[in-house]
């Protein structure tokens, strides 16, 4: 059907008559196509693109925590970071992976469903040989025949799956209280049986290199992880925008802020003394400060003049006593 274009002058004559109700706008519909989208049953589509965006953000905190802990662990510049992220079925993640690879399944207590961390092996035996002293800088070289780790090898592999597992469960804990723990090591996807194969999962794929070797990091999160979560994904509880602060956020911020501790000073006074007086100085000489006795002191709270105080004894310790609340004021020099 070739395309018609109209003028002006009949587009202004058609809203005319619609106006006038001379059409009918439902003829003007076209019936005989129905309305109908597209969906692959195989790929189930489940969180909106709002809380895939939440999740991505949490995800790039996580590449950031684990590049910390990967590079403090090996003593080696480790880069990572978000390549994608996307939703697919728990079958299409096990046939993306490598026959041999590394793959350590973890739970999150109390979020429902296994994580599960997938290493290429090539970036894993480089860990490997860097924990157990390698010093070459030059890049790695893969070992193509290996195809399977030895027992000590996954003894130390499960070190480094725990600062992943470390690193997903801090980058949660702003969102849910939880405890994620490496529950197995396996080296075949084939082997896994945590989840059915139409399972939807969201995969992340991170990209990770080190000492010049460029390879990928995958992690598999199942989609009942988030069912109890879906209402904090959101970006306006995300962001809190438009909603004040709870009793339960100040009581949660005031628990965390109470044990940090703070130093407290309490100024004498100051005096200023030439080099040649310092250098003679002798037990027993005085120096004069600029503040009476009968003055009271200036106590400092972390480095800024908070509290006026009066000196004293209490039980043969020296002792000072809050006279007047002066926060942000300065004393005298």
């Known amino acids: ?80 970071s978000i390549m994608s992220i996307e939703q697919v079925s728990f079958d299409e993640f096990i046939h993306s992976v490598p026959k041999f690879t590394l793959l350590g399944t973890m739970t999150s207590e109390p979020q429902n469903g296994v994580q599960i961390i997938e290493v290429n092996p090539s970036i894993s035996m480089q860990m490997v040989e860097m924990l157990f002293g390698h010093d070459e800088a030059g890049p790695y070289i893969e070992n193509t025949n290996k195809d399977e780790f030895t027992d000590i090898e996954l003894a130390v592999l499960e070190e480094v799956l725990d600062l992943f597992a470390f690193s997903f469960n801090s980058v949660w804990q702003d969102i849910v209280e939880m405890d994620t723990k490496v529950e197995s090591i396996d080296t075949s996807p084939q082997l896994l049986q945590s989840m059915s194969p139409n399972e939807p999962v969201v995969l992340a794929t991170f990209s990770i290199s080190l000492n010049g070797n460029n390879t990928f990091v995958n992690l598999c999160i199942p989609y009942i992880f988030f069912e109890d979560i ?91 006593e809050v006279l007047q609340f002066i926060e942000g004021e300065m004393f005298d020099e």
């Open 1 to 80: 059907m070739s395309q018609v274009v109209l003028s002006q002058t009949e587009i202004d004559n058609l809203l005319e008559a619609m106006d006038n109700g001379e059409i009918d706008e439902e003829i003007l519909e076209d019936s005989t196509q129905p309305k109908v989208k597209p969906y692959d049953f195989r790929r189930p589509v489940r969180l909106s693109k709002e809380y895939l965006s939440t999740i991505s953000m949490v995800l790039e905190d996580f590449a950031k925590i684990s590049v910390n802990q990967l590079s403090t662990k090996l003593r080696r510049q480790v880069s990572m």
């Open 230 to 320: 879906l209402d904090k994904l959101s970006f306006r509880n995300w962001f809190h925008e438009g909603k004040e602060a709870g009793e339960s956020d100040y009581e949660k911020f005031s628990k965390k802020l109470q044990p940090v501790p703070v130093e407290l000073k309490t100024l004498l006074g100051k005096a200023e003394i030439s080099i040649a007086d310092f250098l003679n100085m002798e037990e027993g000489d005085i120096i004069q400060l600029n503040e009476k006795t009968s003055k009271p002191l200036t106590m400092l709270v972390a480095g800024n003049p908070y509290f006026r105080v009066k000196p004293g004894i209490v039980e043969d310790r020296l002792a000072v």
